[in-house]
């Protein structure tokens, strides 16, 4: 089975940056679409970026110019570059690779919680 196994979350101060991974178990990154969502306290999941193949990433509107998404096909990772973060950004963050041309089913990671406060 495909695992995804993620680390990188914490406490954060605004302003501050953080870096998540997510690591695909079982199989490869590039055989897989791979996304970021968030869930914030209350509200709803939400996409913020995803890449194919390695890239380029595709960012949603909420995060623009301040997150970067890149893989690293030799540990067969993905990652969450968070720069510049908000106390809006404060959610639990989830690795995910969705059903596809390239899966034939969805996996998700069990998500971190990424909290920005002073």
């Known amino acids: 089975q495909v695992h995804l196994v993620e680390s990188g979350g914490g406490l954060v101060q605004p302003g501050g940056s953080r870096r998540r991974s997510c690591a695909v178990a079982?199989?490869?990154?590039?055989?897989?679409?791979m996304a970021w969502y968030r869930q914030a306290p209350g509200k709803s999941r939400e996409l913020v970026a995803d890449?194919?193949?390695?890239?380029?990433?595709n960012y949603r509107d909420a995060v623009p110019g301040r997150f970067t998404l890149s893989t690293h096909n030799a540990t067969n990772t993905v990652f969450l570059h968070m720069n510049k973060l908000q106390p809006e950004d404060t959610a639990v963050y989830l690795c995910?690779?969705?059903?596809?041309?390239?899966?034939?089913?969805?996996?998700w990671g069990r998500g971190t919680q990424v909290t920005v406060s002073s």
């Open positions: 079982g199989s490869r990154v590039n055989d897989h679409i």
């Open positions: 890449i194919i193949n390695g890239g380029p990433a």
């Open positions: 995910n690779a969705p059903s596809s041309y390239f899966s034939a089913n969805t996996y």
